[in-house]
């Protein structure tokens, strides 16, 4: 299956502690996004990143979350100190370039207790 | 910052029947995507659409970019239990954008 692949597909984390998402995108596709979807709600834009570049984080909160996308290995997003409004679905999407089709992996729910 | 507005929100159809959902903005979208999202997964793209005017299918699903660039529509012909799921229009609003704008989604139940 060459889609794009999250994992953990659940993720359960105490308020205080770190939650790390990853995402390896599809075959061939060098560009990432992260989004964020509440119940009920769409998919709102959080982070665009390259191979080892951040090109776009206007939709993360600037405290306590950090994504990269390094040369080798998946994308991270990264959460510290987690509380209990970070629970929520969150979507990786990979491309061939910067306007083409976005795909989506199956996401990873995080709940904080 | 941006929205799309969805409508409706929800709907009950009877398998057989045809569906339609449209997609509004107060901005101009360069180009519209449809996607599906069924519960526990990510969303899956139907159809996109880049050009105002353009009609574009895929099987039962027609989709439409409006003329005035600020809206879509989608429909699904002779519904089944599987086109269950929500359906989510985004657009992308012009050269070198990549930030998907979402709307919140039309609930698709099928009774059979």
């Known amino acids: 299956n060459a889609g794009v692949m999250q994992n953990p597909r659940h993720l359960v984390r105490r308020r205080g502690q770190e939650a790390r998402l990853r995402c390896s995108p599809m075959?061939?596709?060098?560009?990432v996004y992260w989004y964020r979807q509440l119940p009920e709600e769409g998919l709102k834009f959080m982070v665009y990143?390259?191979?080892?570049?951040?090109?776009?984080e206007s939709g993360m909160p600037k405290e306590r979350f950090s994504a990269e996308f390094p040369k080798e290995g998946p994308s991270i997003l990264r959460i510290q100190q987690v509380v209990r409004g970070d629970s929520a679905a969150y979507f990786c999407?990979?491309?061939?370039?910067?306007?083409?089709?976005?795909?989506f992996g199956p996401g990873t729910r995080l709940t904080v207790l | 910052g941006q929205q799309l507005n969805q409508s409706p929100q929800s709907m009950f159809i009877q398998e057989g029947e045809d569906v339609s959902m449209n997609c509004t903005s107060s901005?101009?979208?360069?180009?519209w995507l449809w996607y599906k999202q069924e519960p526990g997964e990510g969303p899956v793209l139907l159809i996109a659409?880049?050009?105002?005017?353009e009609l574009t299918s895929n099987g039962r699903l027609t989709a439409q970019f409006g003329i005035t660039r600020k809206d879509s529509f989608l429909n699904i012909s002779a519904s089944i239990p599987s086109d269950v799921g929500i359906y989510f229009c985004?657009?992308?609003?012009?050269?070198?954008?990549?930030?998907?704008?979402f709307g919140k989604g039309t609930k698709l139940s099928v009774i059979p």
């Open positions: 999407a990979s491309s061939p370039g910067p306007e083409a089709e976005q795909f």
């Open positions: 985004a657009g992308l609003r012009g050269a070198g954008s990549y930030q998907l704008t």
């Open positions: 901005s101009i979208f360069n180009t």
């Open positions: 990143l390259q191979k080892e570049n951040i090109i776009d």
């Open positions: 659409l880049y050009k105002a005017g």
């Open positions: 075959k061939g596709h060098s560009h």
